[in-house]
């Protein structure tokens, strides 16, 4: 222990007598093990810990399914799941849920609060239990039982201060009062953002009535049930279903997959390419630090040589030099931890898109294991160039004056070739990927939404049922609401509709064209269904193809109209005219004729997915409660903002202003499965380059170092400063090609990973290889121009008297 404490001491002492140079390599390192480490947690927590749930691995998620119409994952008709939990052997238990929210009104500011409706048997199935109170019972679920809540901890302590006599408090909310009945525990994870439970009421009488799919199912498997075997019963049920009720089930299947695949499927792409990207980075910083070892080896011959005269073993040599290498990476490595914790904080504040399990995100001992070894591996890398040299064992040469007169042998000059090579190609691997995810956001930027998107503000409002439970009244609040909007100075226009595009709000059903022949049960035509009042599409800019749009003469007891999409007008009635045309429209208008009056433009639901069929409802006919205003501004629309909000309370105090943000906003933030992996590597990328250019850097400027007295003997013989500056940057440039080449190469293949997240470009797209490879040479030039200008300017008779 003593001997090591001793080569730690005298490491120590030599990183001290060089701050520039350790300085330098302990930053790489922070950065190199910092983004690793970073990203190790996460992956390690979203995508390789178990669910956090009793016996998790048992736990699945089962949905419906249409290959017809390409859906793998769709909600479930809740009907349909009272018929698996009745019929399914494979399963200890079968729970559903669908979405719900409230407004508090309790307290000075109301709050919408959002909240899953689930079966009693919910927790059984997850294997939780409250920490406070109960949960609920199978009469509490009926249709015209009371409406009782289970509180989440987070809501529990932000919004009613950990009250222990919370159980059997009346909660006020605008739909009327709730009784708090429990209180899950910290631990206990919900299956999303919801923050309270309350009871899904179902009702085992009315399963006739098949009309809809709105809910989830989760189940736990039974004792030596397999997923495989689970499949195959389900399979079954489907099909029994399907003949028992043709005209909701004909065409549609159930899938079962494992609640941790399921959860983590959109995020599983992104989180491996995000690792194989910091691996990269971590390599590349073992190369460029691992040189630039080698190149303080060479230059300490010396030093290894005079040691080795005065008696010390090879072992003595290599084994302090070994204690620097770890030294330089245990420091390197714990101010990685201190980036790493940083890099967490801003992940889970962050909440990026489409990865589930965010506030599971943090570091623990397993990470911190994993990182005592990456950086006891990192020690060892860096240490390796300089060992596989032979250095110590073959600088007893520099006492006879070769120090400072060569470059090193002729091996070890290609082998920190080889390591500046290594380092470029990995980052040009890094930088293609990048520069093909800019591509991608740039031609998903290009394309047109289908409305004008400047200047305009939304806010959403829920309005309560117990105040505005039909059509009518629904419109008067919009109607009145939209009238106080339209008196703010600035505001141009103002419409509403239920879900605003671009904001992964959607419904959808089937219609039938009654001037059309019948399709088969399960073959009809499917379209989102929108409900609009009659100033929605001026306000949005949202262009009239042909007929009219919706008047306020458009009420509750006049003819059913509906206005169509151009996209929905031209696969139904290719050859004539939709106008007049009608419909029946399995979500509200099965049984009734529905007239379409006008053709609109194709509004897209989400950027890259073709316009898809479209349904308007008028308000007054349909009415829903809870719709998006759009508000058309002269100026800056986020300024409206605080008039809005005072609107919105004159208006009625208890209904809270909701997801207020500008349409460019939305625009943004529905690329963000994008964009987010797009500037993730090409922070990446960035970072590897730069580290890559150093690297050349430092191999250059110690060769022109080394070569002092050859440049000088050059310039004297003739040689003008001009071709001396060509020799070095040919040197640089020929390394920096050949790392481009092998890069591209390599980054041709990798970039197949990333074809999900590519819009419209090729994983080989030219005009991604020609920009990478133009930039890398730039980069690759400006690292060689410096150390080229150096020996330019070397004094030849100072380098002739240079030993």
């Known amino acids: 222990m003593e001997s090591v404490l001793q080569d730690l001491r005298q490491a120590g002492r030599a990183l001290r007598k060089s701050p520039l140079f350790t300085g330098l390599a302990v930053a790489t390192l922070a950065l190199g093990i ?28 089962v949905w419906e399914k249409n290959d017809g119409r390409q859906f793998e994952r769709n909600i479930v008709n809740p009907q349909n799941f009272l018929d698996w939990r009745d019929r399914a052997k494979s399963f200890s238990g079968l729970a559903s849920y669908t979405w719900s929210s409230m407004v508090m009104t309790d307290g000075d500011v109301p709050e919408r609060v959002l909240g899953r409706s689930v079966t009693p048997d919910m927790f059984a199935v997850l294997g939780a239990s409250p920490a406070l109170g109960r949960t609920f019972t199978d009469a509490e679920a009926l249709p015209n039982a009371p409406k009782l809540i289970v509180l989440s901890d987070g809501l ?29 525990p910290r631990t206990f994870r919900p299956l999303g953002t919801e923050e309270y439970w309350d009871a899904f009421k179902l009702d085992p009488a009315q399963r006739a009535e098949r009309r809809g799919r709105y809910a989830m199912v989760v189940g736990r498997l039974a004792p030596g049930v397999t997923v495989e075997r689970a499949q195959q019963e389900m399979d079954g049920i489907a099909k029994s279903l399907e003949k028992e009720n043709p005209l909701s089930d004909a065409g549609w299947g159930i899938s079962v997959f494992p609640m941790r695949d399921d959860t983590v499927q959109d995020a599983r792409t992104v989180l491996w390419m995000t690792f194989g990207a910091v691996s990269l980075v971590l390599l590349i910083t073992c190369a460029n630090v691992g040189n630039l070892m080698l190149t303080r080896a060479l230059a300490r011959g010396r030093e290894a040589a005079v040691r080795t005269a005065l008696g010390a073993t090879r072992w003595r040599l290599a084994r302090q030099w070994l204690a620097e290498n770890l030294l330089l990476a245990g420091i390197g490595g714990a101010l990685g931890l201190v980036l790493a914790t940083w890099g967490i904080a801003f992940i889970v504040q962050a909440q990026p898109a489409n990865v589930p399990r965010v506030h599971e995100i943090a570091m623990d001992g397993r990470i911190f294991i994993g990182v005592a070894l990456i950086t006891m591996t990192v020690g060892l890398l860096i240490a390796m160039p300089a060992a596989l040299q032979g250095t110590g064992a073959r600088l007893a040469a520099a006492l006879h004056g070769e120090t400072g007169r060569t470059a090193g042998s002729a091996r070890t000059s290609r082998f920190r070739s080889v390591l500046v090579v290594a380092q470029m190609s990995l980052a040009v691997t890094l930088l293609f990927g990048a520069g093909l995810l800019v591509r991608s956001i740039a031609r998903l930027s290009a394309v047109e939404p289908g409305f004008d998107p ?63 022949p019948a399709p088969s049960a399960g073959q009809e035509p499917v379209a989102a269904i929108r409900i609009a009042d009659p100033r929605y599409f001026d306000a949005m800019h949202v262009r009239l193809v042909r007929g009219r749009l ?26 004539a005219d939709p106008v007049g045309k009608e419909l029946t429209i399995s979500w509200t208008h099965a049984d009734q004729h529905v007239t379409v009056i006008g053709v609109v433009a194709d509004v897209r639901v989400e950027l890259d997915v073709d316009p898809r069929m479209t349904i308007y409802y008028p308000i007054a006919q349909q009415g829903s409660g809870y719709m998006a205003l759009v508000m058309r501004a002269d100026a800056d629309p986020a300024a409206l903002a605080p008039a809005v909000r005072a609107a919105i309370h004159a208006q009625d105090p208890a209904i809270p202003p909701e997801d207020m943000a500008t349409m460019t906003t939305w625009i943004t933030r529905s690329m963000a499965d994008r964009r987010d992996p797009m500037i993730l590597l090409s922070v990446f990328a960035v970072l590897a380059v730069t580290i890559a250019a150093v ?6 400027s110690f060769g022109v170092a080394q070569r002092t007295r050859e440049i000088g003997v050059r310039i004297a013989l003739g040689a003008l400063p001009s ?71 070397v004094d030849p008779m100072v380098a002739l008297r240079t030993e």
């Open 723 to 793: 071709a001396v500056i060509r020799m070095v940057l040919r040197d640089g440039l020929r390394l920096a090609i050949a790392g481009i080449a092998i890069g591209l190469v390599v980054g041709a293949f990798a970039s197949r990973a990333l074809s999900k997240l590519l819009y419209q470009v090729s994983p080989g797209d030219p005009l991604a290889l020609a920009g990478v490879t133009v930039l890398l040479i730039i980069v690759a030039l400006l690292a060689t121009w410096l150390p080229a200008r150096r020996a330019a300017r």
């Open 454 to 516: 400047q200047n305009v503000l939304s806010v959403q409002v829920g309005m309560p049922d117990t105040k505005y439970p039909d059509a009518a009244r629904q419109t008067a609040f919009v109607s009145e609401l939209e009238a106080r909007l339209a008196a703010i100075p600035g505001v141009r226009a103002v419409g509403a509709v239920n879900f605003l595009p671009l904001t992964g709000m959607d419904a959808a059903t089937s219609f039938v064209p009654l001037d059309r």
């Open 156 to 184: 529990w302590r932000r919004r009613f201060g950990a009250d222990a006599n919370i159980i059997g408090r009346v909660v006020h909310t605008s739909d009327g009062a709730a009784t708090v009945i429990g209180v899950m």
């Open 34 to 61: 910092g983004s690793t480490a970073t990203i190790l947690t996460v992956v390690d927590r979203v995508l390789l810990r178990p669910l956090p749930y009793r016996d998790s691995q048992a736990l699945v998620k």
């Open 550 to 575: 919706f008047t306020d003469a458009d009420r509750e007891k006049t003819l059913p109209v509906v206005v169509v999409s151009d996209a929905l007008a031209r696969r139904t009635w290719p050859d």
């Open 695 to 700: 690297g050349v850097y430092a191999v250059l």
